[in-house]
């Protein structure tokens, strides 16, 4: 089992950036791959992006991409998703999440693990 915190949410005028970290304890935080996903009020959960368990392949909502980037330092145990040139739209709690699943699993159902979220607002 994993246990997942966030951390590093807060409010940023549009076009400013921000850093969230995933640290994650328990099961060695490689045997894991990972995904970020946002929650608007009103909205579904959705998924944001991915990365493998070598850190060698991400993978992006098509909203995102180009803005945000996934990586993870498995010896510090920390996942990490940067955004840049953030829109109001991107206001959301984000949540990371971890997978058993391989290939590039996007569905809320085949991430098992979660953390508890961290807000990102971003003023227009």
């Known amino acids: 089992q994993v246990q997942l915190v966030e951390s590093g949410g807060g409010l940023v005028q549009a076009g400013g950036s921000l850093r969230l970290s995933c640290a994650t304890s328990?099961?060695?935080?490689?045997?894991?791959?990972m995904g970020w996903f946002r929650q608007a009020p009103g909205k579904e959960r959705e998924f944001v992006g991915g990365i493998n368990r070598s850190g060698g392949n991400t993978y992006y909502e098509d909203s995102v991409k180009g803005r945000f980037t996934i990586s993870r330092d498995n010896a510090a145990n920390t996942v990490y998703l940067q955004m840049i040139n953030l829109k109001p739209e991107d206001t959301a709690v984000y949540y990371c999440a971890a997978t058993l699943y391989y290939g590039t699993p996007q569905a809320t159902t085949q991430f098992p693990y979660w953390g508890q979220g961290t807000q990102v607002t971003v003023s227009s």
């Open positions: 328990g099961r060695t935080s490689s045997s894991y791959g």
